[in-house]
């Protein structure tokens, strides 16, 4: 699963006494470590906004989110998300010089990395103050017992997840999108329970293309 991490490190070594945020940038189903890094392309991205002094420098952690067993279950994503805090952040944490609170924390990722952030992100906003969710949303009706949990489980702490999230950043590829039904029930339900969030579109569906200018689109708004 999550044992294997791909890292983008910006200007880190001409800095060796300087500390970074760091994003945690999910993958898609079919995919791996490397998606972000190759058809991502995420190290130009953020080379080009940092240069231009548009994002702030930040290390961007990918790691291997691939399921234990096939599907979207809530196990997996209960799996995913322990690893993540008890492998993924303290290893980068411990190796490099990450900040290690939640403000200097992002968590993001794109279609079946989006199931993900939206699960351990919105259980773990004591941990994560930025999240973005790139063409996702529950998969109706696969997923609708771990939505109406989760939905449970927002209703309860409003309040929290709009004190400790600073953005929460949804993202689709219009509606030729696979995920734009599922996404849009999500935020009506969002929207029924006062969760604060902000949409974006960009035209183009479940492709790299759109992805690619999510990050772009994003990069600039964290760790501000």
């Avoid at 548009?54 to 690893?83: I, T, W, Y």
């Avoid at 998969?139 to 999230?165: C, E, H, R, W």
Wanted: glycine share 10%.
């Amino acid at each position: 699963m999550a044992s294997v991490l791909h890292l983008y490190t910006s200007d880190y070594d001409n800095h060796s006494n300087e500390k970074y945020p760091v994003v945690y940038l999910l993958h898609g189903g079919g995919e791996d470590e490397r998606g972000w890094a190759t058809q991502g392309r995420s190290d130009l991205i953020l080379d080009n906004l940092i240069a231009e002094g548009k994002a702030k420098p930040m290390l961007a952690v990918m790691p291997d989110g691939n399921p234990v067993v096939p599907g979207f279950g809530e196990d997996n994503l209960r799996l995913f998300e322990a690893e993540l805090k008890q492998c993924v952040i303290p290893f980068v944490e411990k190796h490099y010089r990450a900040e290690a609170d939640s403000k200097n924390r992002a968590l993001a990722g794109l279609s079946m990395g989006g199931l993900q952030t939206l699960y351990a992100g919105i259980h773990n906003t004591e941990l994560f103050s930025w999240l973005g969710v790139f063409s996702s949303g529950w998969i109706l009706p696969m997923q609708s017992g771990i939505a109406s949990t989760q939905y449970d489980f927002m209703k309860k702490n409003v309040d929290k997840i709009n004190g400790n999230v600073k953005l929460f950043w949804i993202a689709m590829g219009g509606k030729e999108d696979i995920a734009y039904n599922n996404c849009q029930s999500m935020l009506s339900k969002f929207d029924e329970l006062n969760i604060r969030y902000t949409y974006y579109e960009y035209p183009g569906g479940h492709t790299w293309p759109v992805w690619r200018n999510d990050l772009y689109n994003l990069a600039p708004l964290l760790f501000r």
